[in-house]
């Protein structure tokens, strides 16, 4: 049975930076697409950073210079490292996993093709 479970989450002033962390369990991260996304209050969940089988990465424009997806094979997490955190950062961020080794789909429809994925972990960051 894969789980996946999110940590680092937290509340911090614009500017500053988290790490969120995804922990899995049934299922081998370097093997397949994993990514990020994220979902604020009244908007629809979105693509954050993802990560194929080759270690190839992609981010939406918004977190681009900003967030850095990876992953530590020996501990078998997925990492997202947030720095210059903004306000419209704030969300709900959930670590996500894919059958697949490369990542299918466009940021708008991305997500739909993640049939994995964690409880989600919070992240506030204040003005």
């Known amino acids: 049975q894969v789980q996946l479970v999110e940590s680092g989450g937290g509340s911090v002033q614009s500017g500053g930076s988290l790490r969120l962390s995804c922990a899995a369990y049934?299922?081998?991260?370097?093997?397949?697409?994993m990514g990020w996304f994220r979902q604020a209050p009244g908007k629809e969940r979105e693509g954050v950073a993802v990560?194929?089988?080759?270690?190839?990465?992609s981010y939406v424009d918004s977190v681009k210079g900003r967030f850095t997806i990876s992953q530590d094979n020996a501990k078998n997490t997925l990492y997202l490292q947030m720095n210059s955190l903004k306000p419209e950062d704030t969300g709900m961020y959930y670590c996500?996993?894919?059958?697949?080794?490369?990542?299918?789909?466009?940021?708008?429809?991305?997500?739909?093709?993640?049939?994995?994925w964690g409880q989600g972990t919070q992240v506030t960051v204040s003005s």
């Open positions: 990560i194929d089988s080759a270690g190839s990465t």
């Open positions: 996500a996993a894919d059958v697949y080794g490369y990542c299918r789909g466009s940021w708008s429809s991305r997500r739909d093709y993640f049939g994995y």
């Open positions: 049934g299922y081998t991260v370097s093997n397949y697409c």
